[in-house]
Each structure stands twice: as C-alpha cells, then as structure tokens.
C-alpha cells in the first residue's frame, strides 16, 4: 500500500543547507533578513490566495533588493527555512527558491538566480511558466520562461574549453494527484544570459531531451539522487572455474527509480505511476553527456 505523503507549503525547503560563515552579518543584511523572515512567515500562516499573491509579491521585491547588496553573495540566510539556498560547488552562483501552494492544490515557483559580484546581469528572476510550456521535456527555455522547480542538486559539467554547464536535480508538485522530479540543465552563455535545457541526454527518447521530466502519483516516493555508483564494466567467462566473472568501476550516476502504472490499462496516466519495487536506471557521465542506461545494480552503501 502507498503511504500518503503530505505535501506543505514550500515543501522540501528543509533539504537545503545555507553556507556557514564565520564573519558578523552586516546591520543592513541582517535587517533585511529579519524582514524576508517575517514576510515569510506570514505567507506560510495565510489560506487565502489573493493575500498570499499581495505577500509575495512584497517578497520578491525585498529579496531582489537585498540579493543586489554586495554582502549578500556570502550571507547564509539561516533564519528563512522556507526559502531554498541553493550554492554552486564551484561557487560561481547561489539559487534561491521557494514556491506557493494555492487553495486548488497547484504550486507556483518563484526565484532568483544570484551570479558571483561583478558578473553578468548579477540578478536574474526566475518567471514559473511552466502552464503554458508545451512539450517541456524538448525546449530550450530562459529565466522569463521558466519550469519551475524546487532544485535540490547541483552538478557541475566541464564541456571542455573551459567551459562548465550545471544538472539540476529538482522537485516539482503538480497537483493533488500528480508530482514530478526533474533533471534540468543550467548554462550561462558568454554575455551573461541563462539558458535552461541542453541536448545533453543520450540514449533516452530518441536523444531529443533537453531536460527529463519524471511524472508519478503525489501519493509515491521517487529516488531521484547523484552518486557513485559500482558497475559491471566487463563480463567475461573462465573457462578453469567453468563459471563468468565480472569486472567493476566506480562510476558518477544520476540513480531513479524506474516508473511504472499500477495497471497495464493505466498507461499514459501519470497520477497512478509509481517506482517498481527494487529496479533502477540511471544516467552516466562520461565526457560532458548523460547517457541513459536501463536496469542498474545499486551497490553504493549510501
């Protein structure tokens, strides 16, 4: 039997971690923090929509303001729990993000892209348009026109030419009934300019993803991690001890759960898709490319 899982207001904003500094916050961040905090608050206590919509939108004009203040680069935010902080391990940007639920059960996603002091276009918003993209899983989007997202992974991608694009690991509650995880694919282009989606994804739906979208019921729980994962790298037969042996690797993998329908007859309904007990697929990096591999062996201790 499924265990119900109750989805809140800014759900998964405890799996983020701040950035820990030893240096004493400014009096303007802190004043500014202590005010997010309280405007925070409130919009978890609220039920109405229109006062949520009224409190946000004071939200997204504050934080704005105070992710252009020099210090805030490295201001850890501890106190707001419901806002996601979100740090590249590169250091080369922060993500900040958080989301609504709405009277109807649907989540808008807001946020804000925050580069390191002195680059492009310092702040960016994040504008959730995810109603009214069509066919996300194939489209390159910007931050105007964004799937919106709770991101809880980032990992970074050298291309070559020194040059490094970043995966998204992220959480997305559609609706009563429905939720999704997502692998997205964040690139800052040489003026500055975000991109959301890259062909990046091999082997997987004719290689024509820009993004993967995994779509299951709100009732279910997907593993959707990063890590190193030991593989079979070659099989071959020993003919004294009449038997095959295996060679292993360590290898960095995104692991999943492999989705199915409660139901053959439910196919194509994504609200009764669940993980099937114990099988996992995974994509592998090798190079700057995810490939897509089917049915691994988990075997990491974690």
């Known amino acids: 039997m499924l265990k119900k899982k109750h989805l809140l207001l800014f759900a998964l904003a405890g799996i983020w971690s701040g950035i820990n ?52 680069f490295d201001y850890p935010f501890d106190s707001i729990k419901q806002m996601g902080k979100l740090a590249a391990p590169d250091k080369k940007f922060r993500i ?12 808008r996603y807001y946020g804000f892209i925050q580069q390191t002091p002195g680059q492009h276009a ?10 009214s993209i069509m066919e996300p ?5 910007t931050p105007e026109n964004w799937y919106g997202a709770l991101y809880y ?9 020194s040059k490094t694009v970043y995966t998204l690991l992220g959480w997305d509650g559609i609706n009563t009934l429905l939720t999704q995880k997502l692998i ?41 991690k990063f890590d190193d994962q030991t593989l079979i790298n070659t099989k071959h037969w020993n003919p004294r001890k009449r038997e095959f042996e295996n060679t292993t690797k360590q290898a960095p993998i995104i692991v999943c759960d492999r989705l199915i329908p409660l139901d ?16 996992y ?18 075997r990491n201790k974690n």
């Open 137 to 141: 899983e194939t489209q390159l989007l």
């Open 184 to 224: 997205d694919i964040l690139t800052f282009k040489e003026n500055g300019e975000i991109q959301f989606g890259a062909p990046l994804f091999l082997d997987y739906a004719a290689n024509q993803n820009m993004r993967i979208i995994f779509r299951y019921s709100c009732e279910a729980s997907m593993i959707l």
């Open 264 to 279: 053959p007859q439910l196919e194509g309904l994504y609200q009764h898709y669940v993980p099937a007990s114990d099988v």
């Open 122 to 131: 310092n702040v960016t918003s994040l504008i959730d348009r995810s109603d």
């Open 21 to 72: 500094l030893s240096a004493q916050p400014s009096w303007e961040m802190k004043t500014a923090e202590d005010s997010l905090k309280s405007l925070f608050h409130r919009l978890g206590s609220t039920t109405e929509d229109s006062l949520k919509i009224e409190l946000n939108a004071r939200v997204v004009h504050l934080l704005r303001n105070t992710l252009l203040l020099p210090p805030s």
């Open 153 to 161: 992974k980032i990992i970074p991608v050298e291309t070559g030419h």
């Open 281 to 298: 697929d995974g994509f592998l990096l090798e190079g700057s490319k995810w490939h897509y591999i089917k049915g691994i062996d988990v």
């Open 96 to 107: 900040y993000l958080w989301n609504l639920r709405m009277q109807n059960g649907t989540y």
